[in-house]
Nanobody, 121 residues
Framework: QVQLVESGGGLVQAGGSLRLSCAAS????????MGWYRQAPGKQRELVAV???????NYADSAKGRFTISRDSAKNTVYLQMNSLKPEDTAVYYC???????????????WGQGTQVTVSS
């Protein structure tokens, strides 16, 4: 089993910054994928930023130029640096990690508990 602990959400004024963290622990042989998604009230969960093995990243158009995803492999932690925040960024942010528990295991999908980000105008 893998546990994900998210932190860093909160209330910030428009134009401000927040840094989200998601630390994975437990039975981890390799992490194949780490990413951030968000879900605003009444909307579907959407991709914000993801990082694949090897460091390739993808960002939602709304996040490009403002958000940066990064990873500390030694700590099994993924970060989301969010700058120039807008009220429309208000949502619950979830981290998503795809992990192989052993060299023989297939990948398993895990989700964090979510952290609230609220951007006031």
């Amino acid at each position: 089993q893998v546990q994900l602990v998210e932190s860093g959400g909160g209330l910030v004024q428009a134009g401000g910054s927040l840094r989200l963290s998601c630390a994975a622990s437990g039975s981890i042989f390799s992490i194949n994928f780490m990413g951030w998604y968000r879900q605003a009230p009444g909307k579907q969960r959407e991709l914000v930023a993801v990082m694949h093995t090897g460091g390739r990243t993808n960002y939602a158009d709304s996040a490009k130029g403002r958000f940066t995803i990064s990873r500390d492999s030694a700590k099994n932690t993924v970060y989301l640096q969010m700058n120039s925040l807008k009220p429309e960024d208000t949502a619950v942010y979830y981290c998503n990690v795809v992990v192989s528990a052993t060299s023989f295991s297939g990948p398993v999908d895990y989700w964090g508990q979510g952290t609230q980000v609220t951007v006031s105008s």
